[in-house]
């Protein structure tokens, strides 16, 4: 008795299998790509996170952690006090030196015009000038004879509008004070809006130093935790972000950027640094400070002191990592 053959497959029934097979096969490859997706999502959240959770577990960590909610739970009681109105400008520049403790008697004989040159500080998102209460009495006590600050409402919902508003207040203390060109330090979206504002609304020409702590330069994804007009553009790859990338010619200030490994609200926390090919960026990392802790640091108000600081007559560098001023092309008499 002959063994029956199994039945070769014919054409019309081998073209069924593939046609059937071939969406399967698609469906398979795209359900590999999207695992692979996840998967180097993941991996990355994970690093962030864990870089984080790395930076908590040190006691450094914990202490910062400490710190974070001390001064939160100051500020909070402070707030109502940030909103009184624009206070007026603060001032301890005068012909009598004597009566000044030691460190502001130095400034103001070594570089009088580094202790007028006047400082503006911008908050972050819902909150008020009260953020830099620590900060403003450090500028002062090492020196610096003009140091203010401004609101904006805690309903603003556009970055660019805030910068306009910001550009008025500049042009403001420029009139008040005969001082060309400023300092501004921004904590939080107040550096984006100074950002914005110097790079995209001419400010270069009125602000030397731009100085950001905690600021969310490349996004940052908490913001898809909150929807608003607002949020949507502090979110990676935005449209504002877009175009703040955007080429800045010849644009004459210099950014120092502070961010940390231990901010809670930048997400991931390398995203607060600045990476602009046609700017001046000096980029400082700190480990284990707080988002909201950032304007009160010791190391951070010693920083901007310095930065501001030690720049001679002639705009030449004295320290390290502070950019030389470029003088006026000279005009044929």
């Not at 800045?248 to 961010?259: D, E, G, K, S």
Request: net charge neutral.
């Amino acid at each position: 008795m002959s063994v029956p053959r199994p039945c070769r497959p014919t054409a019309l029934s081998r073209s069924a299998s593939d046609a059937a097979s071939r969406p399967l096969g698609l469906v398979g490859r795209l359900a590999r790509q999207a695992l692979g997706t996840v998967k180097g999502a993941t991996v990355a959240a994970n690093d962030v996170v864990g870089g984080g959770a790395r930076a908590l577990a040190t006691p450094t960590g914990l202490v910062g952690a400490a710190v974070e909610v001390a001064w939160v739970t100051t500020h909070l009681a402070l707030y109502p006090w940030g909103l009184v109105e624009r206070q007026s400008l603060d001032t301890q520049l005068g012909y009598r030196v004597e009566h000044l403790p030691p460190i502001q008697r130095g400034l103001l004989i070594s570089d009088v015009e580094a202790a007028g040159t006047p400082i503006l500080l911008v908050h972050g998102m819902v909150d008020n000038r009260s953020i830099f209460t620590l900060l403003r009495l450090g500028l002062r006590r090492r020196g610096f004879g003009r140091v203010t600050s401004m609101n904006y409402s805690p309903f603003t919902a556009d970055v660019r509008v805030a910068a306009a508003r910001l550009a008025e207040e500049v042009e403001a203390l420029v009139a008040e004070t005969g001082y060309e060109r400023i300092h501004v330090v921004g904590h939080s979206m107040g550096g984006l809006i100074a950002r914005y504002y110097v790079t995209r609304l001419g400010g270069d020409e009125r602000v030397h130093t731009l100085v950001t702590l905690g600021t969310p330069h490349q996004g940052t994804y908490t913001a898809y935790g909150w929807h608003s007009q607002l949020t949507k553009q502090l979110r990676p790859g935005s449209g504002l972000m877009r175009e703040l990338d955007q080429p800045v010619p010849h644009c004459a200030t210099r950014f120092v950027v502070y961010w940390s490994d231990l901010d809670q609200m930048i997400f991931p926390q390398r995203n607060a640094g600045l990476e602009h090919p046609d700017l001046s960026v000096r980029n400082i990392g700190l480990h284990a400070v707080g988002h909201m802790s950032l304007p009160i640091l010791g190391s951070v108000v010693h920083g901007i002191s310095t930065t501001l600081a030690h720049l001679d007559h002639d705009g030449h560098t004295v320290t390290p990592g502070v950019t030389e001023l470029r003088p006026e092309p000279s005009q044929a008499s």
